[in-house]
């Protein structure tokens, strides 16, 4: 509610300045018009650091623009009043349009950070309750620091799906999640999958129990989707460490 007690006023501001501009019909107004409407293109288009720049230069060079005017034509006191007044209603314009902006632009960046911290307090995705990529992450060092202490070893497993087909490889992802899911040992082993890729970490185990965790799923595969190729290829590796991890996760095949 407060954000709208100040968008309101802002764009009621921004709505009489352009009708004062175009009512009043002061000295040059259609100029302004159209320096208006361009500098309403110009700074909704670019980089939220040029816009206030923006803002000033065109407000400073019309004010130049009219005092030359001015000075050259030998205007009278009077008219040069009217130059002010519209020099003052468009610099109004751009300053209203320039704090507009930036509150819309903070408004969105809240959304993306609210949206960002809704992802991290996400433990699973989708349907097949993989874990979620952070939520992998985080587990994952935990298990990591665990296996260290325990002396044991841990088993990195990337499933990538190999159909060049979009729509098949999106069909395939949540099919390939939920068998995935069944093949590791639940509340022991971590899940997780990003687009074309399953990632798995296998805990206290060997090459040959990574072996049966593959087999397993394969069996699950072939006994599900009825593809004569398979759809998928994997890549296994023995990890050390949080950092071995993340090099591992963003290894292509």
């Known amino acids: 509610m407060k954000k709208n007690f100040v968008l309101a006023p802002l764009l009621l501001g921004i709505l009489l300045n ?14 302004v018009l159209v320096l208006a409407g361009i500098s309403i293109l110009v700074m909704t288009a670019v980089q939220e650091r040029f816009i206030f720049l923006y803002a000033i230069t065109i407000a400073l060079s019309y004010g130049v623009f009219l005092t030359i005017y001015a000075f050259v034509n030998q205007q009278s006191a009077e008219i040069q009043l009217l130059y002010m007044y519209g020099h003052l209603l468009l610099t109004s314009f751009l300053l209203l349009y320039w704090i507009l902006m930036n509150f819309i632009k903070k408004i969105g960046y809240e959304n993306n950070d609210l949206k960002h911290e809704v992802r991290l307090l996400q433990k699973y995705k989708g349907v097949t309750k993989l874990l979620t990529l952070p939520e992998f992450d985080e587990q994952a060092q935990w298990l990591l620091k665990s296996k260290e202490r325990n002396k044991e070893e841990a088993w990195f497993v990337k499933i990538s ?3 060049p087909n979009k729509r098949v490889k999106v069909n395939l992802q949540e099919e390939l999640e939920r068998l995935a899911l069944q093949s590791i040992r639940q509340k022991f082993d971590l899940a997780t999958g990003d687009m ?8 206290n185990t060997h090459s040959e129990g990574v072996q049966i965790v593959l087999d397993r799923f394969r069996e699950k595969v072939q ?4 593809l ?3 759809p998928y290829a994997t890549v296994t590796e023995q990890v050390t460490d949080a950092e071995h991890l993340a090099g591992l996760m963003g290894k292509p095949l």
């Open 196 to 203: 074309g890729a399953i990632y798995l970490l296998l805990k």
């Open 228 to 230: 004569s190729d398979s």
């Open 161 to 163: 799906i190999t159909s």
């Open 18 to 31: 352009g009708w004062a501009i175009a009512f009043l019909e002061l000295p040059f107004y259609q100029t």
């Open 223 to 226: 006994a599900e989707i009825n």
